[in-house]
């Protein structure tokens, strides 16, 4: 199986270290190297490292870079400076989440897109496509870019003792270019995706598995996709492919900040988004604590007390952290109320739940 996906350069890492290896959007990816426990309380406690070289990378460059971005992208690029980074959608012409991911503004007429390992191709093809009246270039760089991910309350310090730029007032999605981190140069983002103060670290794909071994010299815990749905779902964040999708927009996905204010430019999908801003969105996405004994799993029917359903969940999971079974859904606007009651229809059973704010980390 493994020999027909595609494999990041840390792959032989995996197999070195005994991890078990899943496929994932197309590669060959480790869930677990101990335990998905394990890595999850050291993440949450201590410090660990993600491989996510897996991730796409899409260059535009040009005159009209950001006024291409302006135009797919559902955020407002103007924002941008060449030290903060934005989390953003990319959408169809319905609002439709097409992939959700993260624009670097490296220079006026340079911006890096950093997208999910499933979308990549799709996402390439299509920013190519809206492309063709814009004076831009259009690069698919995914193979030359590793990328890792140190997560957890330990992180600064270790990058901090090996780096040549000072990262200790780095806030949330800014960035630094040109970065020495063990000798190597990288750009240094302080972003995520488990809800805990960190770095993504984006180098050369020659150089990944040494600032991986190094990283590994500090008690750094490696960690695979297990914890990575786990500490993502405890914070509340989407899942490209669950959460989000094409027939979701950024106001029923919960990412609502992500879709620019009403601006005057015309961007993909502004007819839609501008209507679920002003009027309400049909569906919203809620965070999910069970009540009873039971997991809800991806496409459980979510009902009302009464028993009518409402909705349907999008991902779940066992929370190591809250000791609950906990998950995210969608459901009718309407039905909508803080800490009200709903039951969930895990297979041939309607198990209690209750429906409170999407990140469930207790700080």
């Given at each position: 199986m493994t020999e027909e996906l595609k494999q990041t350069p840390l792959y032989q890492q995996y197999v070195d270290a005994g991890a078990k290896i899943v496929e994932f959007g197309g590669w060959a990816m480790p869930v677990q190297f101990s335990s998905i426990k394990d890595e999850h309380n050291a993440v949450r406690t201590k410090v660990g490292l993600f491989d996510v070289s897996h991730m796409g990378e899409i260059l535009v460059e040009g005159t009209q870079a950001l006024a291409l971005a302006q135009y797919v992208l559902s955020n407002d690029v103007e924002l941008l400076t060449d030290t903060k980074a934005q989390y953003t959608c990319l959408c169809n012409e319905k609002g439709g989440v097409i992939d959700d991911l993260v624009v670097y503004k490296l220079s006026s007429e340079k911006l890096l897109l950093v997208v999910n390992a499933a979308n990549t191709e799709k996402d390439y093809e299509w920013i190519k496509k809206q492309a063709e009246t814009f004076d831009v270039e259009v690069t698919n760089v995914s193979s030359q870019y590793g990328?890792?991910?140190?997560?957890?309350?330990?992180?600064?310090?270790?990058?901090?003792?090996?780096?040549?730029?000072?990262?200790?007032?780095?806030?949330?999605?800014?960035?630094?270019?040109?970065?020495?981190?063990?000798d190597k140069n990288v750009i240094l983002s302080q972003s995520g995706y488990t809800g805990e103060d960190g770095f993504e670290i984006y180098c050369k794909h020659d150089d990944v598995v040494d600032i991986w071994q190094a990283f590994l010299q500090y008690d750094v815990t490696p960690c695979?996709?297990?914890?990575?749905?786990?500490?993502?779902?405890?914070?509340?964040?989407?899942?490209?492919?669950?959460?989000?999708?094409?027939?979701?927009?950024?106001?029923?996905?919960?990412?609502?900040?992500?879709?620019?204010?009403?601006?005057?430019?015309?961007f993909i999908g502004k007819t839609v988004l501008k209507d679920h801003k002003e009027n309400g969105a049909p569906r919203r996405t809620i965070g999910i604590r069970m009540i009873d004994k039971g997991i809800p799993r991806t496409g459980y029917p979510i009902l009302d007390a009464e028993g009518q359903e409402i909705g349907v969940v999008t991902s779940g999971t066992q929370s190591p952290s809250t000791g609950y079974a906990i998950g995210l859904g969608m459901i009718q606007r309407d039905a909508f109320e803080m800490g009200k009651e709903i039951l969930i229809q895990v297979r041939k059973r309607q198990v209690k739940a209750q429906i409170v704010k999407k990140n469930q980390i207790e700080k």
């Amino acid at each position: 199986m493994t020999e027909e996906l595609k494999q990041t350069p840390l792959y032989q890492q995996y197999v070195d270290a005994g991890a078990k290896i899943v496929e994932f959007g197309g590669w060959a990816m480790p869930v677990q190297f101990s335990s998905i426990k394990d890595e999850h309380n050291a993440v949450r406690t201590k410090v660990g490292l993600f491989d996510v070289s897996h991730m796409g990378e899409i260059l535009v460059e040009g005159t009209q870079a950001l006024a291409l971005a302006q135009y797919v992208l559902s955020n407002d690029v103007e924002l941008l400076t060449d030290t903060k980074a934005q989390y953003t959608c990319l959408c169809n012409e319905k609002g439709g989440v097409i992939d959700d991911l993260v624009v670097y503004k490296l220079s006026s007429e340079k911006l890096l897109l950093v997208v999910n390992a499933a979308n990549t191709e799709k996402d390439y093809e299509w920013i190519k496509k809206q492309a063709e009246t814009f004076d831009v270039e259009v690069t698919n760089v995914s193979s030359q870019y590793g990328q890792l991910a140190i997560q957890g309350p330990e992180a600064r310090r270790i990058v901090q003792e090996n780096t040549d730029v000072d990262v200790s007032s780095m806030g949330m999605f800014e960035f630094k270019q040109n970065v020495q981190l063990f000798d190597k140069n990288v750009i240094l983002s302080q972003s995520g995706y488990t809800g805990e103060d960190g770095f993504e670290i984006y180098c050369k794909h020659d150089d990944v598995v040494d600032i991986w071994q190094a990283f590994l010299q500090y008690d750094v815990t490696p960690c695979g996709l297990g914890a990575r749905d786990t500490l993502r779902l405890e914070a509340g964040l989407p899942l490209h492919g669950q959460d989000l999708s094409e027939d979701i927009t950024p106001y029923e996905g919960g990412v609502a900040f992500a879709a620019k204010p009403l601006i005057e430019a015309d961007f993909i999908g502004k007819t839609v988004l501008k209507d679920h801003k002003e009027n309400g969105a049909p569906r919203r996405t809620i965070g999910i604590r069970m009540i009873d004994k039971g997991i809800p799993r991806t496409g459980y029917p979510i009902l009302d007390a009464e028993g009518q359903e409402i909705g349907v969940v999008t991902s779940g999971t066992q929370s190591p952290s809250t000791g609950y079974a906990i998950g995210l859904g969608m459901i009718q606007r309407d039905a909508f109320e803080m800490g009200k009651e709903i039951l969930i229809q895990v297979r041939k059973r309607q198990v209690k739940a209750q429906i409170v704010k999407k990140n469930q980390i207790e700080k």
